[in-house]
């Protein structure tokens, strides 16, 4: 009885430490501040992950933008808003970065079973996520699921896809909504002990056009996730999550090693740390989301907003003072160095942008058909 109560006891001291039991992070931010595009460096400050970024959804996106073919401030505005999906706000002297908020549909009623003083509601985070001031994409809301755990070949990223692109100008997804016993610290177990979860699917409306290029950023990023989140989600079938989660073995998970990973204490060997440095395999969907995303930047470029032909990933160019290719420098940024060595890579980035800037590029050619007044 003493050492149940002892455990009991470090859960809800651990789960105090913590921002949120379910947040969901892909390619997750690392201890290194905010670039703003005039060079200004915010470093980060307060509770995680304030002013913290990826280096896979900030730096890397914005060198693959200059290689593919974008101007600078159109490389920036791409790499800001892939970012922005996590952070929500980034810190400018000039101008303030804010995802923005479109609005959300109202709540759904909790389902019977899950009524009562023994139960809560366990997502959205009621603590973190408020309908009024969160973005739409924020990774406490009722979108976060939709927008940071979309399925590599599935019709929520055909959908962003869509939408990013014009295709369609109307982003229909999903929101989600979960009750549990409010003695379950996370979304797993809640639902494994009596929860209830209720999706929807709805056009999500956004702040920003379909089509455009922060659009484009928008999709990018979860483009991304569906790579970093991949092995997660598989591993997730079968069990009670109701949607893609991480496990957090602190609160008392169940370990699945492809989804174990703690915001507030991230290592090198959990789910997203694993995917830098030489150790282990995982670097192969963090090389393979770069691949992805180059692809889907090249083909952009080509078709709209490039100035440049993309470079392709053969390219030879001499990075940090080594001959490599394009492709040879994706991979020395990802393996080279583990998770907790992001200075590293954003200077290696760095030392890329300046070997493509200096790189001889053929400008695309664009046809402009003389308009026709009758």
Request: hydrophobic fraction near 40%; include cysteine; glycine fraction near 6%.
């Amino acid at each position: 009885m003493i050492h149940s109560h002892i455990r009991w006891l470090a859960i809800l001291f651990a789960l105090a430490l913590m921002d949120s039991a379910v947040v969901v992070f892909g390619f997750a931010e690392e201890e290194i501040g905010f670039r703003d595009s005039n060079g200004t460096y915010y470093p980060p400050t307060g509770s995680f992950p304030d002013n913290r970024v990826s280096t896979v959804h900030d730096d890397l996106t914005y060198a693959l933008a200059r290689a593919a073919g974008f101007a600078v401030t159109d490389s920036q505005m791409i790499r800001i808003w892939d970012q922005l999906v996590d952070s929500e706000v980034l810190p400018s002297a000039v101008v303030s970065y804010t995802y923005g908020n479109a609005g959300f549909y109202t709540p759904p009623n909790t389902p019977p079973s899950c009524l009562g003083p023994l139960y809560e509601q366990k997502w959205p985070e009621t603590k973190d996520f408020d309908p009024v001031s969160s973005s739409v994409t924020s990774r406490f809301g009722p979108y976060s699921p939709f927008f940071h755990f979309p399925h590599r070949n599935g019709d929520d990223l055909k959908a962003l896809h869509d939408w990013a692109w014009g295709i369609t100008n109307t982003l229909i997804g999903y929101d989600a909504y979960a009750w549990g016993k409010k003695t379950e610290p996370t979304l797993i177990r809640a639902m494994s002990n009596g929860g209830c979860a209720i999706t929807r699917t709805m056009s999500i409306s956004m702040p920003i056009e379909a089509g455009s290029l922060k659009a484009f950023g928008t999709y990018l990023h979860s483009l991304d996730d569906s790579y970093s989140h991949y092995d997660c989600l598989a591993a997730l079938v079968g069990t009670s999550a109701p949607w893609g989660t991480h496990t957090i073995l602190v609160l008392g998970d169940t370990s699945i090693p492809a989804c174990d990973y703690n915001p507030t204490a991230p290592t090198n060997d959990d789910a997203h740390g694993r995917e830098f440095g030489s150790t282990y395999t995982d670097t192969v969907r963090t090389i393979n989301a770069a691949h992805a995303v180059y692809g889907e930047l090249a083909a952009r470029s080509l078709q709209r907003e490039g100035v440049y032909v993309p470079l392709p990933l053969t390219t030879t160019l001499t990075v940090s003072g080594v001959v490599t290719t394009l492709d040879g420098a994706i991979t020395h940024f990802v393996i080279d160095r583990a998770y907790n060595v992001p200075t590293y890579r954003r200077e290696y980035i760095d030392s890329l942008l300046a070997a493509i800037s200096t790189t001889l590029r053929t400008p695309i050619q664009r046809v402009h058909l003389p308009i026709i007044v009758k």
